[in-house]
């Protein structure tokens, strides 16, 4: 199951082509998938994978952190314009 759904993530087959192959259905794998996102899983396996490459030292910290610091950020979560521009 895990394999069907890494392939559909992975490839950008739609979840309805998926191969008769991996042995499940597309809904079951698409149902299972909606699962795992709820619970958190994919969140959870990046950390473990990204922990696992840092303990390896594979990764390179710095870069990433920029990569991190640099994505936009969301115009809900900025501060209103001028806030903290050091007016008083």
Do not use: I, K, N
Not at 17 to 24: C, K, R
Not at 75 to 82: A, I
């Amino acid at each position: 199951m895990f394999t069907a759904v890494v392939y559909v993530l992975t490839s950008g087959c739609a979840w309805r082509h998926l191969p008769p192959t991996f042995g499940t259905s597309s809904a079951t794998a698409h149902r299972r998938f909606a699962a795992w996102t709820e619970v958190g899983l994919w969140r959870r396996l990046h950390r473990a994978v990204l922990d696992e490459l840092g303990v390896r030292a594979e990764v390179d910290w710095t870069r990433t952190t920029v990569l991190w610091a640099a994505r936009r950020v969301d115009p809900r979560q900025r501060p209103p314009r001028g806030a903290g521009a050091g007016t008083s």
